[in-house]
């Protein structure tokens, strides 16, 4: 029989203050490695059940045309980390700028100071934690000269300008046009007393128009956004006079629209950004977050039909380019796609790390959050209901009288349920025909009871960009669907 | 975090490194604690520790660049002054902006008593102790889903290289309580309430306990409401909320940029009733979060918006007042664009109203209470909206809580269309407000 030596080496604490500990601050590798694993082996010395902690580093810009004019060229850098402490299911989460091995480990201690524990003494014996190698994904996938190839702050401007231009060409009775777009530069590094360690580089970009018409008591504002990640050239690729021609026409059919008359409709809603009527009415119901604390009525409905038969609707993290897609979430776990309801029926939950802990339903990749001052929690990525058997045509031919709403603006969802969401561009449908043009159309319902009223989806599935606000910040989403018929809702107008 | 004074160090240094003559920064730290229960137990407790500057800086041609970096010891500054300067070379060739004149003038006079962080564990028992008696509020409260009581100190300065340098700290604390309703057969209810102060030991908890209960039992019992025109009282918090979301129709930026309700030719003419007067004041004694200076090194100070129904003043930066032959108005937060909001509203009655208006004999009024999802009912730009609410269907005096509805109408119309300003204003964190009370608008119920 042998015996295996000791698996890490072993310091004593008072040996930290020789160390040198001068991970580079200008980039995330596994020169992080030592004060990572020597810090969360401090937290696990001290009685922490898991401790993670978050790094990173962003370089944001973000550019703004107004007429014919930058007004507007904002850059922003910002580094910080986040340290998580568990001692069984509570949790605790600390955020600073202050990425020295003192910095941290200070963070690291108030943590534990507020979860009731201390560091150890000063001859204690402290076993690093073994990190993996270094999973990185910026490095495999290319990454690390990505933000050498995005544009320049001149391409920036020159790009704009000449969109804004294009849009005054397309539009009539303009009142002000904007052109606006970010680029959103961020690198990342996870290291978790499990052993994870993983860095990866996130680029997400967004460009788009507003555009407000006036014709004496006559207002229209139409607004279009274009979102990507991974893709460098994204600005300089953007097809400006595809996107200034629709927003034009939109404005222009909006500015005379009479208000709609309130009312329970079949309606139509559109494919793209359309999908934020399942991501409000039923996406956020079926994070973890909603489980924990009781604010989903789909809490114990798992294998259960809760919606339509018609309907199957799916969350991922892979799809190339989409504005929701993540290699790895925020707690370093891979991306992977998720088959949330299946013909009608509830098939799993989005779950982080303390959700999976507190509720039991496995982790899907889905930890997510804005930035180093939030803590994941269970966020969607892109999120879409699969397409359908029904044509566009068959749709609609069966709509005697309802509303087609072709462009949504943003929702929500309370606690108890109810949703809500703005159409920015609705029409009229009479006898399966779309007649006049409608504004002011507000939807809002019960979740439980709309989805049983998602009877059609045709097969044109696609998805739109969208920014979701919860628990753990702002971050990017990918809405989506195909066009589809509720075959009753409330929509709010006058 | 270094103190402003290493802060204006670093900054002179780096400046002078890079040829820069003219620049100036603003910049804040916040020190903060939070935390939830669930069920007796913390659920989530978060710390903070950051500070973050806003950095201008004015090239040889005179155009102005701007970066923001959390980064604030030496190196830090250097690179984002370095960020400033490139990005000056694409900075507006027209109205550019400039200190404002009234950087070094005097500020007011204001003693902000700031309040020692409580221990973390206070916080948590203290939170557990109000959960449960939420809980105990009444049998059909099943939940606090949504709470949280947190603390925060925040420090913040403005200096620029004319040698204006200008510091305040401040503190608050805050609680929410979000309870939900579960009983057989009926559907889910929620309500809350929530209440600022400068810190812990002067926030009024019970009085959030006791309002966060109330409310939540009194939507137990509700129906639907039939759509139609009604005449709306809306609560001081609610008439807030669009005030603050229709704030481009005073915003001298909005105005310029011509994205505003009103145009420059709109002050003195009558935009609401003669019935509603309007005020913004930062320095007003209940507004916890009490500020001085803008994000210019603006004074603060009292402004009347609107009076008696007539639109009188603009808010302003130093550069729209420029451009519009105004003073500046202490409303400003620097950037690559200055942009301009408001601080701290003061809503009054105007003209002396009627007494016949009274909740308790009005009939078919519809009382709401808070307007919701503001982020996608609200067409700033068009005037309208359309909004989810909670609120009750009054009669006689008795309350009858709305299943699910939406307000709808145009804000100029809602405005003009007050019929009564009740003399008692309701104390927010976002200003004073009495109940507003209006005529004919549309109301959506469900079914």
Not at chain 1, 460 to 475: P, Q
Not at chain 2, 95 to 111: C, K, L, R
Request: with cysteine; aromatic share 8%; net charge negative.
């Amino acid at each position: 029989m042998t015996v295996a030596p000791f698996p890490t080496p072993l310091l004593k604490t008072n040996d930290l203050l020789q160390r040198d500990y001068a991970a580079p601050r200008d980039r995330f590798d596994s020169a992080w490695e030592a004060t990572l694993s020597t810090l969360l082996g401090l937290g696990r010395a001290a009685g922490a059940d898991f401790v993670e902690f978050f790094l990173e580093r962003n370089n944001y810009i973000s550019c703004q045309a107004e007429d014919d004019a930058i007004t507007s060229l904002s850059p922003r850098l910002v580094t910080g980390a986040g340290v998580r402490v568990f001692r069984g299911k509570a949790d605790c989460y600390v955020s600073t700028n202050d990425l020295t091995f003192n910095g941290l480990k200070a963070a690291l201690d108030k943590a534990l100071a507020i979860m009731g524990l201390t560091l150890p003494g000063p001859h204690t014996h402290l076993a690093e934690i073994n990190l993996e190698l270094l999973r990185d994904y910026a490095t495999a996938k290319g990454k690390d000269d990505w933000l050498a190839q995005c544009s320049s702050m001149q391409e920036m401007g020159d790009v704009l300008l000449a969109a804004n231009g294009a849009l005054g060409q397309r539009a009539s009775h303009v009142q002000s046009r904007r052109a606006v777009y970010f680029r959103d530069w961020q690198e990342v590094l996870v290291a978790a007393s499990d052993g994870t360690f993983a860095r990866d580089i996130r680029l997400t970009q967004s460009v788009g128009y507003n555009l407000l018409c006036a014709d004496g008591e006559h207002r229209s504002s139409i607004g279009q956004r274009a979102g990507d990640t991974s893709d460098p050239a994204f600005l300089r690729d953007w097809d400006y006079a595809t996107a200034a021609a629709d927003v034009a026409e939109s404005a222009g059919k909006m500015l005379y629209a009479d208000y709609v008359e309130s009312g329970t409709y079949p309606i139509i809603m559109a494919n793209k950004f359309g999908g934020v009527i399942f991501h409000e009415a039923c996406g956020h119901l079926l994070e973890t977050t909603q489980i924990e604390r009781g604010t989903t009525p789909f809490i114990d409905k798992k294998g259960q039909k809760i919606a339509h038969e018609n309907l199957t609707a799916w969350d991922e993290g892979i799809s190339p380019d989409a504005f929701g897609t993540i290699d790895m979430d925020d707690e370093g776990m891979p991306a992977q796609r998720t088959l949330l309801i299946e013909n009608g029926v509830l098939k799993n939950f989005l779950s982080d790390r303390a959700g999976s802990m507190r509720t039991g339903h496995p982790r899907t990749g889905s930890g997510r959050r804005q930035g180093f001052t939030y803590a994941a929690a269970s966020r969607m990525r892109n999120t879409y209901i699969a397409p359908g058997d029904y044509s566009l045509d068959e749709l609609f031919a069966s709509v005697e009288k309802g509303i087609y709403c072709k462009q949504m603006g943003g929702g929500s969802v309370g606690p108890t349920g109810q949703f809500n969401f703005a159409v920015s561009e609705a029409y009229l449908i009479e006898n399966g025909q779309v007649t006049k043009p409608l504004k002011g159309a507000t939807l809002i319902g019960e979740a439980t009871e709309i989805m049983d009223k998602i009877s059609m989806c045709s097969n044109d599935l696609d998805l739109a960009a969208g920014f979701c606000g919860s628990i753990s910040g702002s971050i990017y989403v990918t809405v989506g669907q195909p066009h589809l018929k509720v075959d009753s809702i409330t929509v709010g107008g006058r | 975090m270094p103190t402003i004074q290493d802060i204006a160090a670093y900054a002179e240094s780096s400046a002078k490194k890079l040829g820069i003559s003219k620049y100036d920064v603003y910049g804040s730290s916040v020190d903060e604690t939070s935390v939830q229960v669930d069920k007796g137990d913390p659920k989530q407790v978060k710390a903070s520790n950051r500070s973050s500057v806003i950095v201008r800086v004015w090239n040889a041609d005179g155009k102005v660049g701007v970066t923001s970096t959390s980064d604030v010891d030496p190196l830090g500054m250097d690179l984002a002054l370095q960020t400033a300067q490139e990005a000056s070379a694409f900075g507006v060739s027209d109205h550019i902006p400039d200190f404002s004149p009234e950087s070094v003038a005097p500020t007011a006079d204001v003693q902000v008593e700031t309040v020692p962080a409580a221990p973390v564990g206070d916080l948590i028992s203290t939170l557990v102790d109000v959960e449960k008696q939420l809980l105990a509020a009444h049998p059909a409260i099943a939940s606090v889903p949504y709470n949280g009581l947190a603390q925060r100190a925040i420090d913040r300065f403005y200096l620029n290289s004319a040698g204006a340098l200008r510091h305040e700290a401040r503190s608050y604390a805050s609680v929410y309580l979000y309870s939900k309703t579960e009983q057989e057969g009926r559907k889910p209810r929620s309500a809350g309430a929530m209440r600022v102060h400068r810190g812990l030991p002067l926030l009024d908890i019970e009085g959030c306990l006791k309002e966060a209960a109330e409310k939540t039992i009194s939507h137990l019992d509700y129906d639907k409401v039939a759509s139609g025109k009604y005449r709306v009282v809306f609560s001081g918090e609610a008439f807030l909320s669009l005030l603050g979301a229709f704030s481009n129709m005073y915003n001298a930026q909005s105005v310029l940029d011509n994205r505003s309700l009103s145009t420059v030719d709109s002050i003195g003419s009558v935009v609401a009733s003669p019935l509603l007067s309007v005020y913004d004041d930062a320095l007003h004694p209940e507004n916890i979060s009490v500020e001085t200076f803008d994000g210019e090194g603006t004074p603060t100070r009292r402004l009347p918006i609107i009076e008696k129904g007539v639109l009188t003043q603009f808010l302003h930066s130093a550069g729209t007042a420029k451009r519009m032959g105004a003073s500046p108005t202490g409303h400003a937060s620097i950037g690559a664009k200055v942009s301009v909001s408001p601080s701290y509203y003061q809503v009054l009655p105007g003209a002396e109203a009627s007494s016949e208006f009274s909740l308790e004999h009005a009939e078919n009024v519809i009382f709401i209470d808070d307007v919701q999802a503001l982020h996608a009912g609200v067409n700033a730009l068009q005037g309208s909206f359309s909004l989810p609410f909670d609120g009750w269907l009054v009669n006689g005096g008795s309350r009858t809580s709305i299943e699910s509805a939406t307000v709808a109408g145009d804000f100029r119309d809602l405005l003009k269309a007050i019929v009564h300003v009740e003399p008692e204003a309701e104390i927010t964190p976002g200003g004073i407000c009495p109940r507003i009370w209006v005529d004919a608008l549309s109301i959506t119920g469900e079914g």
